[in-house]
């Protein structure tokens, strides 16, 4: 028999943001934020789980507790943007497309009048020949009810796990081109700006248009796993030495990756009605339990549930929970009904698949309608159990904004935009930018600061990288960056001497080349007089004059031949005794860094001058970290170039990246300014980032330990499989919680073997951890790459295609028409 929707919808009306169903129930709903999946401790789960039975507990009598979690199977997409650089165009195309599972959850609290007989399979409104509504609910009565609800609400919302918001009539309604809530349920709407009709077929189990529906329930407490807990053991991240948690129900969640709906009731009736029911059946169970041992098993049963209700002050509630999944492939049905009895079977859960029932449970389902529920398909408990089957987790959210790096979902890869600088500052995470980034070789380290440090220079921050690995020569090429490197035929070059247009000679600039003079000057263990110090500020002012009224270059070989034929006569004029500054010995010494000197080529360079205004350098120590007398100058230089941004660059993000090369320079005397920078780069709207890659070297150093990992409230690391057996260690010095001990250990354990990535862990003051994928496009791979036969191929096709976006774009095209 044909019958039209309108005519059986138990909806009457929405108004005032509530649902009013034809036989006068009235429904708030929420749709909730959940905390996301693999972020919260044991302890966290266990007092969410309390929450939610103390939140269950302010619910009047007569009031279904109705959670519908949806996960919808959806593909990535991104608009067209050509602003967007030729690297993120390509992790675009390559992200485009990518399967993943949304996920929305809705909460509706149905109060149902008092006098309303409860439905069951042969008694419900989708079989009544009218439906008309029994009685008027009163102004108090729903002012009471709406209390009620607020109370639930700041339950939840205080516990700090869970954020609420009231839909309103629009939402709840459907717009000429946006689906509203009912009919989203109805007609199983996956896009809501496309309303489409759908018909019935209630035939052996559920069909919503061409959408094929099997419906599984856990109805009967006989079906029901023998325990359950706010949390279980996912065993793909746990380890010998650690035990990975998830939800005890995110198996029907988050981790059954196909279309599916699951619901999760409760119906609080009258506490005292219930316990005289279980009273009546217990002592018909006692007159019965001699003839068969099947009735004095259930006696047991509800002895220990009575007592229990009785000693622990339990709230006894009806359950149900159920899974509604569907496919528009026939064929896929049975895959699809494998997948669910699988996730149930891991539960220790008996799969009903339901089908002359499930007519009645898909339409009690429907926002609104949740007390027109068959009774007959709930089975009783208590709260605190009832609690342990919702869903409480959701997937990775994206951070707000556009500041952020391009990270992917654990689970299934999904990019989202993470945020690990600023939002955390903005809701009192973390209290700095800092970052202490630790990976063993081979652990994907450098792809993963390759792209966070694209992210940032994308975003328009100034990046300065000091590298002993040549990891960033591939970035720095494709950002026309400067490369500062050592080879015989090619020195490394700078001119502090040089002002660029961008920069003024002020006091720090004077005192930053002072400080170089000085240290080539005088060796680590001399000191220098206050007239020494005097006469250089003297001598570089006066140089300053003489280059504004001449057009003289500006660099150490003219500052040089200043002092030998303009400063000597003033020093002869002011009478300056050589003991007070010894011109000779001083000129003597700096020899060396003039014309035909053997380091002539380091303070005189005329290219890459304009270090103040250029966005991304790297400083490439690799030759000369060994060097007595390059060495300490470059680090000197360095630290003066980021400084200068530091202090000069208002409103400009500034970040220095410090790679392995931070060892040596902590052996030359630079582990002041080290501290320094870790200790003020936040007051600049800047960050400091250390990288280091064995455990022995935070163990050893005293800088790593105090200065940078206690002013480092971002902790980033990659595998640390092969350090599992003395973890406890790092896990002390990096104050890990025993849940980010877990996770850490967790990385990588169970990696999509169909895609290539690395996985990253990140730690955001204590307080937030997850573990991302680094997954990347094959233009994004090839700039980033650090293996020799890669960076080789890529130098040909670049210096034969002209640049080197050119030749990795041919490169990729020709490595994925091979595959």
Request: glycine share 4%.
């Amino acid at each position: 028999m044909e019958r039209l929707l309108d005519e059986i919808l138990p909806v009457l009306d929405i108004e005032h943001d509530l649902i009013l169903s034809k036989e006068g129930d009235v429904t708030i709903v929420f749709n909730v934020e959940l905390p996301e999946i693999f972020t919260l401790s044991d302890a966290q789960y266990e007092v969410f789980h309390q929450t939610w039975v103390k939140a269950i507990k302010v619910l009047p009598f007569k009031t279904v507790l109705q959670k519908q979690d949806w996960f919808l199977s959806k593909t990535t997409r991104f608009a067209a943007n050509e602003d967007n650089s030729f690297l993120s165009q390509s992790s675009d195309i390559f992200f485009s497309g990518r399967p993943y599972l949304a996920h929305q959850c809705f909460l509706m609290l149905t109060k149902s009048a008092n006098e309303r007989r409860l439905s069951s399979s042969l008694v419900s409104n989708l079989v009544k020949p009218t439906i008309v509504p029994k009685q008027t609910i009163s102004k108090v009565a729903i002012d009471e009810f709406l209390d009620s609800c607020g109370q639930f609400r700041r339950i939840l919302e205080d516990s700090g796990f869970a954020r609420l918001r009231q839909l309103t009539d629009l939402e709840l309604l459907s717009q000429r081109r946006k689906v509203g809530l009912v009919e989203q349920y109805a007609y199983l709407v996956t896009e809501p700006g496309h309303r489409v009709l759908r018909d019935y077929l209630f035939k052996n189990s559920v069909q919503v248009g061409d959408r094929h529906c099997s419906l599984y329930t856990l109805a009967d407490a006989a079906d029901l796993p023998s325990q359950c807990a706010s949390q279980t053991i996912f065993e793909k991240y746990s380890t010998d030495r650690t035990k990975f948690s998830i939800g005890f129900a995110s198996l029907l969640g988050e981790l059954l990756h196909c279309n599916h709906i699951y619901n999760q009731y409760v119906f609080i009736g009258d506490t005292e009605k219930t316990l005289k029911r279980l009273e009546s059946k217990r002592l018909r169970l006692q007159s019965l339990s001699l003839y068969a041992r099947e009735n004095s098993l259930a006696l047991d049963a509800t002895n220990e549930f009575l007592n229990e209700a009785i000693r622990e002050q339990r709230l006894p509630v009806k359950a149900h929970f159920n899974v509604l999944a569907w496919t528009e492939d026939i064929a896929a049905v049975k895959e699809l009904k494998s997948m669910i009895s699988s996730a149930l079977a891991q539960l220790d859960t008996s799969a009903k698949l339901e089908t002359a029932g499930a007519p009645q449970i898909f339409w009690a389902g429907i926002p609104g309608n949740a007390a027109d529920f068959p009774m007959n398909d709930t089975f009783d408990t208590f709260a605190e159990q009832a609690a342990c089957f919702f869903n409480i987790e959701a997937p990775y959210r994206s951070s707000k904004g556009t500041f952020g790096i391009r990270l992917g979902d654990r689970l299934t890869g999904k990019p989202v935009l993470v945020d690990i600088s600023d939002e955390p500052i903005k809701k009192g995470i973390c209290t700095n930018r800092n970052k202490f980034i630790l990976g063993p070789s081979g652990s994907g380290k450098s792809f993963f600061t390759n792209h966070m440090v694209r992210s940032y220079y994308e975003s328009g921050a100034h990046i300065v990288l000091v590298d002993v690995g040549h990891s960033y020569k591939g970035l720095c090429d494709m950002v026309s960056g400067y490369y500062f490197t050592y080879d015989e035929k090619n020195p490394i070059r700078f001119n502090p001497f040089y002002i660029s247009g961008s920069d003024v000679l002020d006091t720090e600039k004077k005192e930053s080349i002072k400080t170089l003079l000085l240290a080539l000057w005088k060796k680590d263990d001399e000191t220098f007089k206050r007239s020494e110090y005097v006469a250089l500020s003297n001598a570089l002012t006066l140089y300053y004059q003489k280059l504004s009224t001449t057009g003289v270059f500006p660099c150490f070989d003219t500052f040089y031949e200043f002092l030998v034929s303009d400063f000597k006569p003033v020093l002869k004029t002011e009478q300056v005794k050589e003991q007070d500054f010894d011109m000779g010995n001083f000129l003597y010494v700096l020899r060396p860094y003039y014309r035909g000197g053997e380091f002539d080529y380091l303070l005189n360079a005329r290219e890459n001058l304009d270090l103040l205004s250029e966005r991304f350098i790297v400083f490439e120590l690799d030759n000369i970290k060994e060097h007595p007398i390059l060495f300490p100058i470059v680090t000197i230089i360095i630290m003066e170039v980021f400084i200068s941004k530091m202090r000069k660059l208002t409103g400009v993000r500034k970040v220095i990246l410090i790679e392995e090369a931070w060892k040596a320079i902590a052996k030359e005397g630079m582990a002041e300014y080290i501290k320094y920078l870790f200790k003020t780069v936040r007051k600049f709207f800047g960050e400091a980032i250390v990288v280091t890659q064995e455990v022995e070297d935070i163990i050893s150093s005293p800088i790593v330990k105090q200065a940078i990992i206690n002013n480092s409230d971002c902790k980033i690391l990659l595998d640390q499989s092969k350090y599992q057996n003395k973890f406890d260690q790092i896990q002390e010095l990096l104050g890990l919680t025993e849940k980010e001990k877990s996770l850490v250990l967790s990385v990588n354990k169970a990696n999509d073997p169909l895609r290539r990535y690395k996985e990253v862990f990140i730690s955001l003051g204590g307080t937030l951890s997850k573990v991302y994928r680094t997954e990347v496009s094959l233009e994004e791979y090839l700039t980033y790459t650090t293996e020799q036969t890669e960076k080789i191929k890529v130098a040909e096709y670049s210096a034969r295609l002209g640049s080197i976006q050119a030749g990795i774009q041919q490169l990729a095209s020709e490595m994925r028409s091979k595959s």
